[in-house]
């Protein structure tokens, strides 16, 4: 069983740069396996960040990027605003039309 | 514009049936695929299912089995028929458009409450 690994919180400065993770408990993250980013605010569905590893969905600041760096996902906040506060999921394709979410980052800004 | 609406959400008793629609609009079913995606209360994201452009569908192992998703392209609707309903598939559920490999323009969702 394919699991997706998130860090679970993380805290960031106003004006701060933060990267957020995805990783797989086996193996390597990779382009192939065609990481995109999501946000969540509290009550609300989520809203898509980053897909194909590095490309902002339409109207996405650009303080948001997507890479891969090392053997992960990750999304990085440069200048974290008050409204970034939310929950952010990644999701990888990993084979067979089957995708997985990984378990969420809950970012707070202060 | 591009617009997706999901209904048919309600209180459900375990091992019951529900069907789930997902109303489309701004894009045709033939040229893109439909993903649905469940969030337990107070829980994270998890993928369901997807039906692709061309109608392959897809299943997470947690439903297979269980669900099925069609689609009536001259509706543009989608549908998730879920059968012998669990506590642990109470979430709301969500449809979201299948393009560029990810998920976009998400709707707004429906609870599903399984429940005796």
């Known amino acids: 069983q394919t699991v997706v690994t998130q860090e679970p919180s993380f805290s960031v400065s106003p004006g701060g740069t933060v990267t957020l993770t995805c990783g797989l408990t086996?193996?390597?993250?990779?382009?192939?396996?065609?990481p995109s980013w999501y946000q969540q605010a509290p009550g609300q569905p989520p809203q898509t960040l980053i897909y194909?590893?590095?490309t902002r969905s339409s109207g996405v600041p650009d303080r948001f990027s997507g890479a891969i760096l090392g053997n992960k996902a990750a999304l990085t906040i440069t200048g974290a605003q008050a409204d970034d506060e939310a929950d952010y999921y990644c999701v990888l394709h990993v084979g067979g039309g089957v995708w997985v979410f990984g378990g969420g980052t809950k970012l707070t800004v202060l | 514009q591009v617009q997706l609406v999901e209904s048919g959400g309600g209180v459900v008793q375990p091992g019951g049936s529900l069907r789930l629609s997902c109303a489309v609009s701004?894009?045709?079913?033939?040229?893109?695929?439909i993903f649905w995606i469940r969030q337990a209360p107070g829980r994270g994201l998890e993928w369901v299912a997807l039906i692709q452009h061309d109608g392959d569908e897809y299943y997470a192992d947690s439903v297979r089995g269980r669900f099925t998703v069609s689609r009536d392209t001259s509706k543009n609707t989608v549908f998730l028929q879920m059968h012998s309903l669990r506590v642990d598939d109470t979430a709301v559920y969500y449809c979201?458009?299948?393009?560029?490999?990810?998920?976009?323009?998400w709707g707004q969702g429906t609870l599903v409450t399984v429940s005796s």
């Open positions: 701004g894009f045709t079913l033939n040229t893109h695929g």
């Open positions: 086996s193996g390597s993250v990779s382009t192939s396996h065609n």
């Open positions: 979201a458009k299948d393009s560029t490999w990810a998920f976009h323009c």
């Open positions: 194909s590893t590095n």
